[in-house]
């Protein structure tokens, strides 16, 4: 485990972190899947901008967290980068 994955269990013991890291989880998920995608196919965000028409600072700002996307905006960055776009509910993990 690395020392980022043990300093985040340990602090995920907070409830109050816990809530709050929760929360903010899917909005960085999408962040990680733009990001992910970008890098994978070794694409610089400019050479992401050319491809869909987003402003390369618009892109920047998505991948910071700055932004949030619309499924518009989710749906031309996947086009771009030749893939599908796709949004899954799954059920929460309730402890009891």
Sequence with gaps: MSEFQEFLQEQLKDEEFKKEYETIQPEMDV???????????????????ERTGINQADISKLENGTRNPSLNLLKRLADGMGMNLELVFTPKNVMK
Aim: net charge positive; aromatic share 0%; hydrophobic share 45%.
């Design 31 to 49: 962040i990680r899947a733009i990001v992910d995608a970008r890098i994978s196919q070794n694409l610089t965000q400019k050479e992401l901008a």
